[in-house]
T-cell receptor, first 113, second 114 residues
Framework: GENVEQHPSTLSVQEGDSAVIKCTYS??????FPWYKQELGKGPQLIID?????GEKKDQRIAVTLNKTAKHFSLHITETQPEDSAVYFC????????????FGIGTKLQVIP | KAGVTQTPRYLIKTRGQQVTLSCSPI?????VSWYQQTPGQGLQFLFE???????NKGNFPGRFSGRQFSNSRSEMNVSTLELGDSALYLC?????????????FGEGSRLTVL
């Protein structure tokens, strides 16, 4: 089955700095890579995703990159703000059929004002 | 549109007891997945139901079971509770038929086993 590794497990950055979270996956059949943000006391929420036919995707201050050959994908947050403090999960999934989503272990991001 | 609703939000049980957790998906969503969240383990997939049928199952012992009703509401049951079952149990619903299947999570049921 799919295995998703995520690092770092914790990350502290100064407000305004950038944050990068990296993930690797094992199953070459995976072709959809979502990122979820979990705020304290809430369930995870999708913030951005990327498909295997795209190398990079941006949405305001967040961006994801995908290297399908190396089976790496990353989340980049620029100009971090205190409200970015949360746990971030990367995930991988093969589209089509009854494919489950496999999550990474999560990264706890703390943005220091 | 109401989100995913999980009940109860918090519960305390003792070893050996059993527990049933409930999940009401977003209206129109027919797929419901369950995850166990623990510190250091991330989100571990338990099972997924679609139209009352389990179509995916994670690597959990048989003490963990679930079901889905005709109105798409789902329940999961854990029997003979162990201390290690203490966790946040998250339910997620998705709109079946989409290629990517975005998951919409509830706020979870936090189970403490004493």
């Amino acid at each position: 089955g799919e295995n998703v590794e995520q690092h770092p497990s914790t990350l502290s950055v100064q407000e305004g700095d950038s944050a990068v979270i990296k993930c690797t996956y094992s199953d070459s059949a995976s072709n959809y890579f979502p990122w979820y943000k979990q705020e304290l006391g809430k369930g995870p929420q999708l913030i951005i995703d990327i498909r295997s036919n795209v190398g990079e995707k941006k949405d305001q201050r967040i961006a994801v990159t995908l290297n399908k050959t190396a089976k790496h994908f990353s989340l980049h947050i620029t100009e971090t703000q205190p409200e970015d403090s949360a746990v971030y999960f990367c995930a991988a999934k093969a589209t089509g059929g009854y494919q489950k989503v496999t999550f990474g272990i999560g990264t706890k991001l703390q943005v220091i004002p | 549109k109401a989100g995913v609703t999980q009940t109860p939000r918090y519960l305390i049980k003792t070893r050996g007891q059993q527990v049933t957790l409930s999940c009401s998906p977003i209206s129109g969503h027919r797929s419901v997945s369950w995850y166990q969240q623990t510190p250091g383990q991330g989100l571990q997939f338990l099972f997924e139901y679609f139209s009352e049928t389990q179509r995916n199952k994670g690597n959990f012992p048989g003490r963990f079971s679930g079901r889905q009703f005709s109105n798409s509401r789902s329940e999961m049951n854990v029997s003979t509770l162990e201390l290690g079952d203490s966790a946040l149990y998250l339910c997620a619903s998705s709109l079946a038929g989409t290629e990517t299947g975005e998951l919409f999570f509830g706020e979870g049921s936090r189970l403490t086993v004493l």
